[in-house]
């Protein structure tokens, strides 16, 4: 039998308690005990980005991080950007610049693109791409995904 700690977690703003054992990926607890299904599955080897998700205000692939290391941390996936106002201005520049193809990508890029912004709401195109970097796309050859948070970036300041 294995062994369950409890980990408090804050996600989206809304406080969670979870058991999880030692070995439990976040990417897990948040997919399935949370049912944040957002959040994908790529590689689960940390070299695709699909899983991104923001633990205390640095994107990180949940792949690799076990939950029971981030007890106590504030975490934001891809359900806490749309609002009671609709679509964050990041989603919807992703939608009007055409980045989002097939789809797959999509969480983890926008949670990658937010943390930056967050950061540096006023980025140069080497510092998306630095950002993003992680992030894997098939389908859409990137650029359309950097005008977005170019695009993105410029309604930041408004
Ligand atoms: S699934 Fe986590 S980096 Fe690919
Ligand atoms: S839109 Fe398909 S992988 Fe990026």
């Given at each position: 039998m294995m062994d369950k700690v409890n980990v408090e977690l804050t996600v989206n703003g809304e406080k969670y308690e979870v058991e999880v054992t030692a070995k439990e990926r976040l990417l897990d607890t948040l997919?399935?005990?949370?049912?944040?299904?957002g959040t994908k599955e790529g590689c689960?080897?940390?070299?695709?980005?699909?899983?991104t998700v923001i633990v205390d205000d640095k994107a990180v692939n949940s792949c690799m991080v076990l939950t029971a290391q981030v007890d106590g941390s504030k975490i934001i996936t891809?359900?806490?950007?749309?609002s009671k106002r609709g679509l964050h201005p990041l989603q919807k520049a992703f939608i009007d610049n055409q980045a989002?193809?097939?789809?797959?990508c999509t969480p983890g890029m926008l949670m990658s693109a937010l943390a930056l912004l967050n950061e540096n709401p006023d980025p140069s195109k080497e510092e998306i791409k630095t950002a993003l970097e992680g992030n894997l796309c098939r389908?859409?050859?990137?650029q359309q995904i950097i005008d977005a948070v170019e695009a993105a970036a410029a309604e930041w300041g408004n």
């Open positions: 997919r399935k005990q949370l049912k944040l299904t689960s080897v940390g070299e695709c980005g699909a899983c891809v359900e806490g950007l749309e989002v193809q097939c789809g797959f389908c859409t050859g990137y």
